[in-house]
């Protein structure tokens, strides 16, 4: 039976990373993003890592997407730029 | 006075929320949880303070 | 270390239920993600409730409480990012059956005692981040 959740858990989270890389919108990637931190925290639940799990829970569905969004936020909002994206990297504010 | 009370109040409800959710209860547990509760405690009331005045 | 199955095929249950929210997350319009976003934590918080029993490692609810916690925090950050906090009736109600039908058998399994507040506590903490993001008073929530 345990084999079976962590065959479940691995789809879901081969799924979720496949739609994380297909979607190209980055505020679209947040969502799918903080998906694959639940996925990966289930799976090292069932693989009796609840201390990992716990530890991905933080980073992987709270802190990265909240960083992409904040990131994504800022630079739309810089002053002169098309769509924002592709800036040159090292240019002051 | 009713700040001795609303501090003893968040104070009595953080501890109990302690005591729940540890897996064992010890002296130790028990006097590390009422003194961080004290400290989350007056936190809280400084807390609801700034979110009442606004 | 011993597991008991019937306790994981239920855990099997809310765990499928996660491929449907997948697709809409991955397709679904902005309102629709935030709301698989919102039924993703409190599938997986039910899942992680259930696996706990079955692996007989009461220790393991501690990621359903996180989960419970962090799980509406973030979906009250992305509706502030997002502008929009869609009122779903999907959450709602899979909160309001699924998690009782979940806790209440947990608890009957647990018997008496500090492990049952604990689990009552994650139960109440899940309804409430469920009804408090997916509710008709959510709208204030955004504009404050």
Not at chain 3, 56 to 80: C, E, F, K, M, Q
Request: aromatic share 4%; hydrophobic share 55%.
């Amino acid at each position: 039976m345990t084999d079976v959740l962590i065959v479940v858990a691995l789809l879901l989270v081969a799924g979720a990373a496949t739609a994380a890389v297909l979607n190209r919108d980055p505020m679209r990637q947040a969502l799918v993003l903080s998906f694959l931190g639940l996925a990966l925290a289930l799976l090292f639940t069932f693989l009796q890592a609840p201390d990992v799990a716990l530890s991905q829970l933080a980073v992987g569905s709270a802190v990265t997407p909240l960083m992409i969004l904040l990131t994504v936020r800022k630079v739309r909002r810089r002053p002169g730029s098309g769509d924002g994206v592709d800036k040159p990297a090292g240019r002051e504010r | 006075m009713t700040a001795v009370l609303e501090v003893l109040l968040w104070w009595a409800a953080l501890t109990g929320l302690w005591l729940v959710l540890i897996s064992t209860v010890d002296p130790l547990e028990l006097l590390v949880g009422s003194a961080s509760a004290l400290a989350a405690a007056l936190l809280a009331r400084v807390g609801r303070r700034a979110v009442a005045d606004r | 270390m011993s597991t008991s199955d019937g306790w994981l095929a239920a855990a099997l249950v809310p765990l499928l239920a996660l491929v449907p929210v997948l697709w809409r997350i991955a397709y679904g319009s902005p309102g629709d993600r935030l709301i698989g976003q919102n039924l993703t934590s409190l599938l997986a918080g039910l899942v992680l409730l259930l696996a706990a029993q079955g692996f007989h490692r009461t220790s393991y609810n501690d990621v359903a409480l996180v989960v419970s916690v962090l799980g509406p925090t973030g979906t009250l950050i992305y509706a502030r990012f997002l502008d929009v906090l869609p009122d779903s009736r999907l959450v709602r109600w899979t909160a309001l059956v699924g998690v009782p039908a979940t806790v209440l058998p947990l608890c009957v399994a647990t018997g008496p005692g500090r492990a049952m507040a604990k689990l009552l506590l994650i139960g109440v903490l899940l309804i409430a981040g469920s009804v408090v993001t997916s509710g008709r008073g959510a709208r204030e929530g955004v504009t404050a």
